[in-house]
């Protein structure tokens, strides 16, 4: 996969803080397209996403999402699901955000580099009417943040502590 966004997780796969090292391992892109049939009604996913995929999905040290991109998302959506809410748009959950208390996704329908939204509570805080999400707590750090400018961000912070 020819990669336009991301070049900073190929210069940068590895995180080493003298405890322990993390290696970014991604999804095959056969692997990517059954996640864009199970997550994006078949639609390919933006480029950003699928670069993310790529280079880092399965295994990361910059997202803290326990076991990966796909089981940290599916976990979060069964939990909604059990709490019979539902997104009415395609998303993507990217991270845990905070210790449990939100997640960082993008909707999968905003062009090749969504905007990554941050909720500033688990499920339980979300205010829904219909069984749809009708507002989300956002934390404001995050607004108008472009997925591969948030994911440039952690990467070069984590490098930066790592070179310290």
């Known amino acids: 996969m020819n990669i336009k966004y991301l070049n900073i997780i190929r ?8 405890l322990f090292t993390d290696t970014c391992q991604g999804f095959s892109e056969a692997e990517i397209r059954r996640l864009e049939i199970k997550y994006n009604n078949g639609n390919a996913f933006p ?18 999402a326990n076991g990966g991109a796909e089981h940290f998302h599916d976990s979060v959506l069964s939990e909604m699901s059990r709490m019979r809410l539902t997104f009415n748009r395609p998303i993507l959950i990217t ?12 909707y999968l329908d905003e062009g090749d580099d969504p905007i990554v939204k941050v909720t500033s509570g688990g499920p339980s805080n979300f205010q829904w009417a219909n069984s749809n999400i009708v507002d989300l707590p956002w934390d404001d750090e995050y607004t108008n943040v472009r ?5 440039k961000c952690y990467v070069s912070t984590m490098q930066e502590k790592n070179s310290k």
């Open 11 to 18: 210069q940068h796969p590895t995180f080493n803080n003298g």
């Open 47 to 64: 480029l950003v996403v699928k670069e993310f995929l790529y280079l880092a999905g399965k295994e990361n040290y910059f997202f803290d």
């Open 95 to 106: 991270s845990n955000y905070g210790v449990g208390n939100g997640f960082e996704f993008v």
């Open 147 to 151: 997925l591969s400018e948030c994911i």
